[in-house]
């Protein structure tokens, strides 16, 4: 079965620090991958989606990027974060092909300070 | 803009009794509808879908689909405690990607 691994679980960075989270997806290959974030009380936002090694598309302009080094691996990243940035940051993945549902990981909790 | 509404509630209902639990989505060309529950703190977990219209059951659960109204709902027969969570719709748009609603809080009281 496939399963969908996300750390940290919780984070808590000062203003302007660098960034990096890290998801990967086991028992499946060529997944779709996806960052979300949510805010306190909010609904999910999608921040990138990716279809491939190297494919990434970003929905919001914003400080932080995404990179896919590995098929099942995703990675967010940030040079500086901002106070703005903090939430409930999500991956998902879902199987290629129309329709798919997507799956999320754990979740990571990041915290601005 | 394609948009999937929800009301934020909460929705309280008594143990026992049927939750009822809706969304509207504003896209006429989305194909696949999904409910997720988020318990407090946690990642949304995939607890139904339905890609036709009608109905879809699943232990407690049934998901309906209306197409030509543009709404699809989630019921909960014998609500229990542990059904307390937030439930968020989501709706695939013919871009093939998800759009999910704010959610709805629901509270089932013992």
């Known amino acids: 079965s496939q399963t969908i691994h996300q750390w940290p679980a919780t984070l808590v960075q000062p203003v302007g620090s660098p960034l990096s989270l890290e998801c990967t997806v086991e028992?499946?290959?060529?997944?779709?991958l996806y960052w979300y974030r949510q805010a306190a009380g909010r609904g999910l936002q999608l921040l990138f989606y990716s279809v491939g090694i190297g494919q990434i598309s970003s929905e919001v302009p914003q400080n932080l990027s995404a990179s896919r080094p590995q098929d099942r691996q995703f990675i967010l990243s940030s040079k500086k974060l901002l106070l703005s940035d903090s939430g409930f940051y999500l991956c998902?993945?879902?199987?290629?092909?129309?329709?798919?549902?997507?799956?999320f990981g754990d979740g990571t909790r990041l915290s601005i300070l | 803009q394609k948009e999937v509404e929800q009301n934020s509630g909460p929705l309280s209902v008594p143990e026992g009794a049927i939750a009822s639990l809706n969304c509207t989505y504003s896209d006429r060309g989305s194909q696949s509808f999904f409910w997720y529950r988020q318990y407090s703190g946690k990642s949304p977990e995939l607890i139904m879908f339905i890609y036709s219209n009608g109905d879809k059951e699943d232990g407690r659960f049934t998901a309906q689909l209306n197409k030509a109204s543009q709404y699809v709902s989630l019921l909960i027969r014998d609500s229990q405690p542990s059904d307390s969570a937030t439930y968020l719709c989501?709706?695939?748009?013919?871009?093939?990607?998800?759009?999910f609603g704010g959610g709805t809080r629901l509270m089932v009281k013992p």
């Open positions: 989501a709706v695939h748009n013919a871009g093939n990607m998800l759009t």
């Open positions: 028992g499946t290959s060529n997944p779709n």
């Open positions: 998902a993945w879902s199987g290629q092909g129309s329709y798919q549902p997507q799956h």
